[in-house]
C-alpha cells in the first residue's frame, strides 16, 4: 500500500468516530508530509480526494502553516521565528545573517541538499527570543555566532 | 425605535445593528472597507475606527470599530473626532505602501472604492520610500482578470465567494503581508457567481475581462435601469454603453430581489448584442432592405392571407410586444400562442395559474427564509439568482430536498438529493403526496424510503415547492402545486419558468394554441406565420416538425434580435433592438411587472418589436395601433411601473387548473427496457446567451452522461462511445458516467437534443459503438 492508500483507509476509520472529513485535513496532510518530505501539487491533489476539501481550501491551509512545505526543504530545516518578540530580540539581524553565511536567500537550499532556513511566524518560544526550531528541536535564544556554529554543524553535518 | 447619536444626528436602528449598519441604511457615511451588507462585519480593515463618548464624564473617550459596536440606545459617536481619523489616515497609509498606484491603468478607476477612501481619510503625500511587495497573477478564465497587487485584505471575495455563495476554488493563500486571494491553479473560477467579485473587491483586484476588451470609463457610460432578460428571476441590472455599443452589465440593487448581485448569466449574456452576426438590416427574401420595403412587403403578405395567419410570440418577449402581436393578430383573423412547445406552453399555463390560485410565489429573501424545501429539476441552470437565495437558506439551516434527472451543482447542498428519470418525476411526486396525506392522517409510513422527505416537509415552519418548469409538463406542476395545498397555508410554491416574460406571456392565450397554429401550417390552413423573438426551428421536441410545416408557408415573418435558424429561414426578417437598447416590460416569476428603458441606441434604426408589430398596424390600418393603448385594453387594471421601481403585480388572473390531464398529459413511464433523455443543463444555457461567445467558451464538453450501474448492466464503460438515435438524426458521443444522473436517462446538451430532435424525456435509442 502506498502512502495515499494507507490515508484514505486511515480516514475511511475515522469517520465513524468523527463524522466531518474536513477536520482531518491537517492532520492528513503532516503524515503525508512526513512520508514525502513536502506536498507537491499531486499530493495537495490526491488529499482533496481523500478529505473531501477542494484543493483551494488545502492550498489555504497548507500555505498558512509554516510547518507545511510545499517545496522540499533541505535535509535539515531551521526555521527562525520572526514575529514580534523574537523581532524585538534581533531576529532580522538572525535572518540576514544566515543569508549571508549561506550566500542564498532564505528558503533556499544549499548545494548539497543539506540545509534550509526559513522564517516562521512565532513558535511558542518567546521565553527563548530569539528562537528557532531546528529539524523539530526548539533552540534559543540564538545569537550570530551560536547561528553560524549551528548553521555550519548542520551543513557539515550527514 | 432606539437611536444613536452620530455627530450630533440622530439615527434610528434596529435591534441587533451595529453602528456602521445603522448609519448605513440611514445613508450616513463611516469610511470602511471589509464590511459589507450581505457579508456583515469582519474587523479586517480597522477603518471603520470611530469614538464613542463615555458615559460618565471622567472616563476617556473610546476608539472601536463601527462594525464590530452594537448599537445601543443612545449611544453618542464620532466619524470626526481627531483620533477616529488619525486611524483612518494610518490604516490607509498602511494599505497604499504595497499599493501599485496605477489608477490610470487601472479598470477600477474612477468607481473605486480605496481611491475613494483614500481621498476622503488617507494622508495627501507618501512617506514610503521601500521595496513593494509584488505577486504573480493567475489567469482565472475569459471572465475575470486577476492583479493581486491592488488587494488590501479585505477579505471580501472569499466570504463572498466561499461562505455566501458556497464556491470552493478560491481562497485566501499564506499568510502576514503575503496573503493572496486566488486559486489552487490557473483556471477559470467555477462558481456561477463568480462575476460578483467585479462589483464586491473594493479595488481592482477582481475586475471584468469582457468590460475590459472594450473599455470605456465608468463615467462616460451611458446607463439606465434595465432588467436582466436572462431568466424568469428578473434581476435588476445596469448596462453601460458608449459610443453606440454595449460594454457591460452590472446589479442594480432591488431590495426582494436579488439585492447586490446577479449571476454570471446575467453579466455575461449580454454580448448577445455585440455578437458579429448580430442583424441590423430589414430582410426580405434574403435580401437586405429598408424597413419601409420590408414592411410593405409584410403588409401585402399578410392582407393576401387574412384569416389565414398564425402568429408566435415568445417568454423571452416583453409584454409590449407580445400584447401587440396578439391585437394584431386579433384583428387580421390570426391565432397567437408565446410557445413554440405545446408541452412547454401547457406547463407554464398551469404554474402560473397554480400560482395566482395560491399565496403566489415568494419573493428571493422571502426564499431565504424558508427552512425546508422541495426542489424538482436544476435550478441553477434554469434561476441561477433562486439558486443562490436558497443557498442562502441552506447557510441558515433549511434542509433542502432535491429530485433530479441530470447532475445539478445544488445537490451538494441538500439533505437528500434523488436522481428520478424525467418520465418517473409524476409518479414520484405523487407518491410523496401520497405519503405526506398519510403522515397528517396519522398513519405510519416509516417504511417507505421516502418518509424522512414528507416528515421534513410536514414539520417545516415554512416549506418551499419549486419545479423548473422547461424539464416538467403541466400535470407535473399540478402535482406540485397539489403538494403545496396538503401541506397547508405556511407551504410556498414557484416556479422557474422559461424567459424572463414567460409568466406575462401565459396570460395572453389560452392553452392549445401552439398545438392548434402548429397543426394548421402543417395543413396549410395558415399561410403566414409572424413570430416575434422565438425559434420554433429549434426547439428540441416540436423543431423537426415546425422546420417541415412551415414549407407550407407563403410567408415566414420573423422579429429578433438574435439570428437564430428560425430568422435564417424567414422570408421577411425585421432585426429589433436587443434587451439594453429598447424600453419594455417584463413580468417575472412571481408575477411581478417590472419596466425597463432603452441604455443606448445604435446608429442603425433597430425598433422594438412591439414597435415593428405596431408600424405594421399602421400599415394594415388596423383600429389598434398604439402600444399603449393595446396593454391597457389587454390590462383593464394595470398600470406599467415606472423604470427603477420595485415593480408591481400584473392584476390578470387565469382559470384554475382542472384535475383532467389535458394537452400536457404526463409523461408517463415507458418500459423499462428503453432509455430517456433528460435535458443536462448549466448555467449559460439560455437562447439569448447562447450568442455571448466569452460565456458560453466555458461550456461543458458534449458527451452523453449515464449512470453507473445502468452502465453496467449494459456493458458501456467510462470513456466509451455510443450512437444516440432521434427522430432527425443520431450523434455518436463520448460517455460520462455519473452517479447524478437518474437510471435508463442519458444526459445530453440541448444543443445535442435539438440536433436528434428529442426533449426531455423522450425514448431514445442507443447502441455502443465499437
Ligand atoms: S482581492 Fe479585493 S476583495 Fe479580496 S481581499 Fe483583496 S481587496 Fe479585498
Ligand atoms: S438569475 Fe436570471 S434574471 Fe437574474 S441575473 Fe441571472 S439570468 Fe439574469
Ligand atoms: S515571537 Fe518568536 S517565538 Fe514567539
Ligand atoms: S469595516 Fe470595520 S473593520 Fe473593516
Redesign the interface.
Known amino acids: 500500500m502506498n502512502t495515499f492508500e494507507v490515508l484514505q483507509k486511515n480516514l475511511a476509520h475515522l469517520s465513524r468516530t468523527h463524522p466531518r472529513r474536513r477536520a482531518a485535513a491537517v492532520p492528513a496532510m503532516q503524515n503525508l508530509q512526513a512520508e514525502l518530505g513536502y506536498l507537491d501539487?499531486m499530493a495537495?491533489t490526491k488529499l482533496a480526494q481523500i478529505t473531501g476539501?477542494?484543493?483551494?481550501?488545502?492550498?489555504?491551509l497548507a500555505?498558512?502553516y509554516s510547518l507545511i512545505y510545499r517545496r522540499p526543504p533541505g535535509r535539515h530545516v531551521v526555521q527562525i521565528c520572526d514575529s514580534v518578540c523574537c523581532n524585538m530580540r534581533g531576529a532580522d539581524q538572525l535572518l540576514e545573517s544566515a543569508e549571508k553565511y549561506l550566500h542564498r536567500p532564505l528558503g533556499a537550499i544549499t548545494p548539497n541538499g543539506a540545509l534550509s532556513v526559513l522564517p516562521s511566524?512565532c513558535l511558542g518560544l518567546c521565553d527563548k527570543a530569539p528562537a528557532a526550531l531546528v529539524d523539530g528541536e526548539a533552540l534559543g535564544p540564538l545569537n550570530n555566532a551560536s547561528l553560524e556554529a549551528l548553521l555550519q554543524r548542520l551543513q557539515k553535518g550527514d | 425605535m432606539s437611536t444613536i447619536l452620530i455627530d450630533g444626528r440622530t439615527i434610528a436602528f434596529k435591534p441587533g445593528d451595529n453602528i456602521l449598519r445603522a448609519a448605513l441604511e440611514a445613508d450616513v457615511e463611516i469610511p470602511h472597507f471589509c464590511y459589507h451588507a450581505a457579508l456583515d462585519s469582519l474587523g479586517a480593515c480597522r477603518l471603520c475606527a470611530v469614538e464613542i463618548k463615555p458615559k460618565n464624564s471622567n472616563e476617556a473617550p473610546r476608539l472601536t470599530m463601527a462594525c464590530l459596536e452594537p448599537a445601543k440606545e443612545g449611544l453618542e459617536v464620532s466619524v470626526s473626532a481627531a483620533a477616529a481619523q488619525q486611524v483612518r489616515r494610518h490604516v490607509i497609509e498602511l494599505l497604499m505602501i504595497n499599493h501599485p498606484h496605477d489608477c490610470p491603468i487601472c479598470d477600477e478607476g474612477g468607481e473605486c472604492h480605496l481611491q475613494e477612501m483614500t481621498v476622503t481619510c488617507g494622508p495627501p503625500y507618501r512617506r514610503y520610500r521601500g521595496r513593494k511587495r509584488t505577486f504573480t497573477n493567475q489567469d482565472l478564465g475569459p471572465l475575470i482578470h486577476h492583479e493581486m497587487n491592488r488587494c488590501i485584505t479585505c477579505y471580501r471575495c472569499t466570504r463572498f465567494y466561499q461562505d455566501y455563495a458556497l464556491g470552493n476554488d478560491l481562497g485566501a493563500m499564506r499568510l502576514r503581508n503575503e496573503v493572496y486571494f486566488g486559486r489552487f491553479q490557473d483556471g477559470p473560477l467555477e462558481s456561477p457567481f463568480a462575476g460578483n467579485l467585479v462589483e464586491i473587491c473594493p479595488t481592482g483586484v477582481f475586475t471584468d475581462a469582457l468590460f475590459r476588451q472594450r473599455f470605456a470609463r465608468a463615467w462616460d457610460l451611458n446607463t439606465a435601469p434595465s432588467i436582466c432578460p436572462h431568466c424568469s428571476v428578473g434581476c435588476n441590472t445596469l448596462p453601460g454603453a458608449r459610443d453606440g455599443t454595449l460594454r457591460r452589465v452590472r446589479s442594480r440593487t432591488h431590495p426582494e430581489l436579488n439585492r447586490w448581485f446577479i449571476c454570471d448569466r446575467g453579466r455575461y449574456g449580454h454580448q448577445y448584442s455585440e455578437h458579429c452576426a448580430r442583424l441590423l438590416s430589414p430582410r426580405v427574401s434574403g435580401e437586405n432592405t429598408s424597413y419601409h420595403k420590408a414592411l410593405n412587403a409584410a403588409t401585402t403578405r399578410i392582407k393576401a392571407t387574412q384569416n389565414c395567419i398564425g402568429g408566435i410570440g415568445s417568454a423571452r418577449e416583453d409584454l409590449e410586444g407580445n400584447t401587440m402581436l396578439q391585437a394584431l393578430l386579433n384583428e387580421v383573423g390570426g391565432v397567437f400562442t408565446a410557445f413554440n412547445d405545446p408541452a412547454l406552453e401547457a406547463a407554464t399555463i398551469a404554474a402560473v395559474s397554480w400560482l395566482q390560485n395560491s399565496a403566489g410565489a415568494p419573493s428571493l429573501i422571502e426564499m431565504e427564509q424558508i427552512d425546508a424545501a422541495l426542489i424538482i429539476g436544476d435550478l441553477t441552470a434554469h434561476a441561477p439568482m433562486i439558486d443562490l437565495a436558497l443557498r442562502q437558506a441552506y447557510r441558515k439551516g433549511a434542509e433542502l430536498t432535491l429530485f433530479h434527472s441530470s447532475p445539478t451543482p445544488l445537490a451538494q447542498f441538500t439533505t437528500s438529493a434523488i436522481t428520478v428519470p424525467p418520465r418517473e418525476m409524476y409518479a414520484k411526486l405523487s407518491h410523496l403526496c401520497t405519503l405526506i396525506n398519510a403522515l397528517l392522517a396519522g398513519r405510519d409510513i416509516s417504511d417507505d424510503p421516502m418518509a424522512v422527505i414528507a416528515k421534513s416537509l410536514i414539520k417545516a415552519r415554512q416549506p418551499l415547492l419549486i419545479g423548473t418548469i422547461e424539464t416538467l409538463t403541466a400535470t407535473d406542476a399540478s402535482v406540485l402545486a397539489k403538494l403545496a395545498i396538503t401541506l397547508g397555508p405556511n407551504a410556498r410554491l414557484t416556479y422557474a419558468l422559461s424567459g424572463p416574460n414567460a409568466y406575462g406571456s401565459a396570460l395572453l392565450a389560452p392553452e392549445g394554441n401552439a398545438m392548434q397554429i402548429l397543426e394548421s401550417v402543417e395543413t396549410g390552413k395558415i399561410k403566414t406565420l409572424i413570430v416575434a423573438g422565438n425559434d420554433p426551428f429549434s426547439d428540441p421536441r416540436f423543431g423537426l416538425r415546425w422546420r417541415a410545416a412551415c414549407r407550407n408557408l407563403n410567408t415566414l415573418i420573423v422579429l429578433d434580435c438574435i439570428l437564430t435558424a428560425t430568422a435564417e429561414a424567414a422570408d421577411i426578417l425585421f432585426p429589433v433592438a436587443a434587451w439594453t437598447e429598447r424600453g419594455g416590460t417584463f413580468v417575472n416569476y412571481e408575477g411581478r411587472a417590472q419596466s425597463f428603458l432603452p441604455v443606448f441606441h445604435r446608429p442603425e434604426y433597430l425598433p422594438s418589436a412591439a414597435d415593428v408589430i405596431a408600424d405594421l398596424a399602421k400599415y394594415l390600418e388596423c383600429s389598434r395601433q398604439d402600444v399603449l393603448s393595446v396593454l391597457q385594453d389587454t390590462f383593464p387594471d394595470f398600470q406599467v411601473p415606472a423604470p427603477g421601481t420595485l415593480g408591481s403585480p400584473i392584476p390578470v388572473s387565469l382559470p384554475p387548473i382542472s384535475d383532467s390531464p389535458s394537452a400536457g398529459s404526463p409523461l408517463l413511464s415507458s418500459n423499462n427496457s428503453t432509455w430517456q433523455t433528460a435535458l443536462m443543463s448549466w448555467y449559460g444555457d439560455e437562447t439569448l446567451a447562447s450568442f455571448a461567445p466569452g460565456l458560453t467558451s466555458l461550456a461543458p464538453a458534449t458527451i452523453a452522461m449515464i449512470e453507473q450501474a445502468t452502465a453496467t448492466a449494459t456493458g458501456i464503460v467510462d470513456g466509451s462511445k455510443i450512437r444516440l438515435r432521434g427522430s432527425a438524426d443520431s450523434v455518436v458521443l463520448p460517455v460520462q458516467l455519473n452517479q447524478n444522473i437518474a437510471a435508463g436517462t442519458v444526459g445530453i446538451g440541448r444543443n445535442v437534443l435539438v440536433r436528434l430532435g428529442l426533449g426531455h424525456g423522450d425514448p431514445i435509442e442507443l447502441e455502443k459503438v465499437l
Request: aromatic content about 8%.
Open positions: 501539487d495537495i476539501l477542494s484543493t483551494t481550501e488545502l492550498e489555504e500555505t498558512f511566524i
